[in-house]
């Protein structure tokens, strides 16, 4: 099964709106139909064949090569199939996606995964802020699925977080799992500050990080449900995995909100 | 009747009648098995008969440590009932009194069924307020707070409407020692047959029974036909040389294992042969009107 692949001429003039190249709309479509579906985000018409080179193949599976941070939404409502991505990726890759696989070999801007329910998505290099958070107006960010970063993540990442799991390999930025509703945020690292701000359930895992005084200390723990996770998540991200098998520190919090959420601290001796 | 000699062991030309039940699985771990296996055996107790308990439930097997979805060592147990209701019933009572009361356990579905039945759906409410949902990998959990730490229990669990209860052998033996050295010799091989249980003591039942009595209400009474002491006083089933008859009831996920657990009983009764186990092997039926399931002997010889 050849893939699709669609390999970007030039870094493109204006930023483009990847959400019509997902396998379930491009499914049947010639090479001359993909070709002419317009991308542009202003009033200058861009299309596919104007800013990409089209290699047909099955659009159950997508390749972008030569990707750039000017490439917004790619992957956007993904339902099957896999898209792979070679580069960086603008805002809101991912977002709302309810299955399949998203791959950014790179990095990708803010509002990764926003609104996410289902599926997989991983990226090798860093995040913006927001991962799976919300956009302004809507009430929950993402509620479903699995994303793992290997870099970094700026700030609030999880904000909203209503179900699902975010793993980062690195560091977060402030405000890391921000008014989570439930869900579980794993930061190996070190999070920014004040982690967990106003999270009223839901489950955060921090290599280190300084949390506010409305956390409460719940005592060293070694809990088997860490362990489900931890064997869930072997094959995914094995230092991740490690991290959870130890003996954890656990906070509950934030007492300033419902205070039904925990944070664990790992690397407890 | 006519039998069938089977390295001098007598074989009765009929055959074990079984009726369809309600079944499901849990599987059960601890940090270490022996606390796993009482946890099973705690919830498997008073279980041997629908009749007078509700349900029929037994181990089917230990797991180890790399089977079990946390990674300690486990136990998988199966719980047959005759509705949909008195399983769920029995399986929610059972779990909540049983495992959720056992040093350091968790629960787990044991059983991917067409259907589920609740299982941490039903025994959340422990948790007051303070249980946390966790879904992932495909599987829902809910982690209840308890005074050593946490019970984590799935939300659900599989049913299946194909179970097979009732098979069943009856051993007969020229001592009741010899007979009960059958008998632990089938049990032992039963065990280890996958989907399959024997849910009376050590799998082994004594008390056979018939259906109905000469008294008012009551709706099952001794087996007076395999009973050696009334040898001449009905019509009995038994030979002359027949001292001492024990019965093992087996019920299975499928037809199947049933009749694999059948099969392994009657060989492990060969392999001990006459002199040391039992000389005649037979089988409990109602005729074959009243249930679906015949499981002929003469089919599952070694």
């Given at each position: 099964m050849t893939p699709l692949v669609l390999t970007l001429h030039q870094r493109p003039a204006q930023r483009l709106d990847l959400s019509p190249l997902v396998p379930h709309l491009l499914a049947g479509k010639s090479a001359m139909a993909i070709a002419q579906i317009e991308l542009q985000t202003t009033r200058m018409r861009v299309t596919v064949g104007d800013a990409f080179r089209l290699r047909m193949g099955d659009a159950q599976h997508i390749r972008f090569e030569g990707a750039c941070d000017r490439l917004d939404r790619v992957g956007a409502g993904l339902s099957a199939g896999e898209i792979e991505v070679a580069g960086d990726v603008g805002i809101q890759a991912g977002r709302l996606m309810t299955g399949g696989r998203l791959m950014i070999r790179g990095s990708a801007g803010h509002w990764t995964a926003s609104g996410m329910k289902g599926g997989a998505i991983e990226i090798t290099g860093s995040a913006g802020d927001y991962v799976g958070g919300p956009l302004a107006g809507e009430v929950a960010g993402m509620r479903g699925g699995l994303v793992i970063v290997r870099g970094n993540v700026g700030a609030q990442a999880a904000d909203r977080l209503r179900r699902g799991m975010i793993i980062v390999e690195g560091d977060a930025g402030e405000y890391a799992g921000s008014r989570m509703i439930a869900g579980t945020l794993i930061i190996r690292r070190k999070a920014g500050a004040l982690p967990g701000y106003l999270m009223k359930r839901g489950t955060i895992v921090l290599g280190e990080g300084a949390l506010s005084p409305t956390f409460a200390d719940?005592?060293?723990?070694?809990?088997?449900?860490?362990?489900?996770?931890?064997?869930?998540?072997?094959?995914?991200?094995?230092?991740?995995?490690?991290l959870l098998r130890g003996p954890l520190r656990r906070f509950a919090g934030d007492m300033a909100v419902l205070g039904n959420g925990e944070i664990f601290f790992g690397n407890e001796s | 009747m006519r039998t069938l000699t089977v390295k001098g062991i007598r074989i009765d030309d009929t055959f074990a009648e079984a009726f369809g039940m309600?079944?499901?699985?849990?599987?059960?771990?601890?940090?270490?098995?022996?606390?796993?296996?009482?946890?099973?055996?705690?919830?498997?107790?008073?279980?041997?008969s629908v009749i007078g308990c509700g349900c029929e439930a037994g181990i089917d097997r230990p797991l180890d440590a790399r089977a079990t979805p946390d990674g300690r060592p486990g136990v998988r147990v199966l719980l047959f009932a005759i509705s949909t209701s008195e399983l769920q019933k029995q399986l929610s009572a059972r779990v909540a009194q049983c495992v959720l009361t056992s040093p350091g356990s968790a629960c787990y579905a044991g059983l991917a069924g067409e259907e589920s039945l609740r299982l941490g759906n039903a025994l959340r409410y422990f948790g007051d307020g303070w249980q946390i949902s966790k879904r992932f990998g495909g599987t829902h959990h809910w982690r209840i707070p308890v005074m050593d730490g946490e019970f984590v229990c799935d939300a659900t669990t599989g049913l299946t409407k194909r179970a097979v209860g009732g098979g069943n052998l009856l051993i007969?033996?020229?001592?009741?020692?010899?007979?009960?050295?059958?008998?632990?010799?089938?049990?032992?091989?039963?065990?280890?047959?996958?989907?399959?249980?024997?849910?009376?003591?050590?799998?082994?039942?004594?008390?056979?029974?018939?259906?109905?009595?000469?008294?008012?209400?009551?709706?099952?009474?001794?087996?007076d036909a395999y009973s050696p002491t009334l040898k001449g006083a009905v019509k009995t089933a038994l030979d002359a040389d027949i001292a001492s008859v024990l019965e093992i009831v087996i019920d299975g996920l499928t037809s199947q294992a049933v009749a694999d657990a059948m099969r392994a009983g009657i060989a492990a009764i060969v392999k001990l042969g006459p002199k040391r186990g039992a000389v005649r092997i037979g089988a409990g039926n109602y005729g074959g009107k009243l249930g679906p399931h015949h499981y002929h002997l003469k089919d599952l010889l070694p």
């Open positions: 719940c005592g060293v723990h070694r809990l088997v449900a860490m362990r489900l996770v931890a064997g869930y998540l072997k094959p995914y991200s094995k230092p991740v995995s490690a | 309600r079944a499901t699985a849990v599987i059960i771990t601890a940090d270490t098995a022996r606390w796993a296996r009482q946890a099973a055996i705690t919830m498997t107790g008073f279980a041997t007969m033996g020229r001592s009741a020692q010899a007979t009960l050295a059958a008998a632990e010799a089938a049990a032992r091989a039963i065990e280890k047959v996958a989907d399959a249980i024997a849910p009376f003591p050590g799998g082994i039942v004594r008390s056979g029974s018939k259906v109905g009595s000469k008294y008012k209400g009551v709706i099952a009474s001794t087996n």
